[in-house]
T-cell receptor, first 111, second 114 residues
Framework: GENVEQHPSTLSVQEGDSAVIKCTYS??????FPWYKQELGKGPQLIIDIRSNVGEKKDQRIAVTLNKTAKHFSLHITETQPEDSAVYFC??????????FGAGTTVTVRA | EAGVAQSPRYKIIEKRQSVAFWCNPISGHATLYWYQQILGQGPKLLIQ????????DSQLPKDRFSAERLKGVDSTLKIQPAKLEDSAVYLC????????????FGDGTRLSIL
């Protein structure tokens, strides 16, 4: 099955700075890569996703890049705000249509 | 559009007792998933339904866990008997169809086993 690794496990940034989270995956057949934000006591919320036929996708302050050759993808948050503080998960869907999650990154935005 | 609804939000039971969780997916979503999320980890798939049929239950501990989606809409997940290691958040998610589709999650049921 798919194995997704995520780094770093924790990330502390000053408000207004950028945050970058990186993930690698093992199955070259994976074609769909969603990112989720999970706040305390809530379920994971889909914030952005990317498919393998696209190298980059942007939605306001959030962007995701995908390098299929290297099998890695990244989440970029610009101009971070206190409400960006949460746990972020990367994930990948491979040929068996199972969603495999990374271990999560706890992002703290310091005011 | 209403999101995925789950109940109860919290449950505390003693080991060896039984417990059931309920999920109502987003209207029109054919695929429903149950995940287990242990503290500090990402969600792990337990079972996947397509309409009222099971697509994948390879990670479901079938000696104690069971799930059903009788009319292809709501679903229940049951644990009997519960073990200490079952303490986790149980998340329900749904998508329009199976495959490379966005999955939308409910807020989960936090289960504590004493």
């Amino acid at each position: 099955g798919e194995n997704v690794e995520q780094h770093p496990s924790t990330l502390s940034v000053q408000e207004g700075d950028s945050a970058v989270i990186k993930c690698t995956y093992s199955d070259s057949a994976s074609n769909y890569f969603p990112w989720y934000k999970q706040e305390l006591g809530k379920g994971p919320q889909l914030i952005i996703d990317i498919r393998s036929n696209v190298g980059e996708k942007k939605d306001q302050r959030i962007a995701v890049t995908l390098n299929k050759t290297a099998k890695h993808f990244s989440l970029h948050i610009t101009e971070t705000q206190p409400e960006d503080s949460a746990v972020y998960f990367c994930a990948a869907i491979s040929n068996d249509y199972k969603l495999s999650f990374g271990a999560g990154t706890t992002v703290t935005v310091r005011a | 559009e209403a999101g995925v609804a789950q109940s109860p939000r919290y449950k505390i039971i003693e080991k060896r007792q039984s417990v059931a969780f309920w999920c109502n997916p987003i209207s029109g979503h054919a695929t429903l998933y149950w995940y287990q999320q242990i503290l500090g980890q990402g969600p792990k798939l337990l079972i996947q339904f397509q309409n009222n049929g099971v697509v994948d239950d390879s990670q479901l501990p079938k000696d104690r866990f069971s799930a059903e989606r009788l009319k292809g809409v709501d679903s229940t997940l049951k644990i009997q008997p519960a073990k200490l290691e079952d303490s986790a958040v149980y998340l329900c998610a749904s998508s329009l169809q199976a495959g490379e589709q966005p999955q939308h999650f409910g807020d989960g049921t936090r289960l504590s086993i004493l």
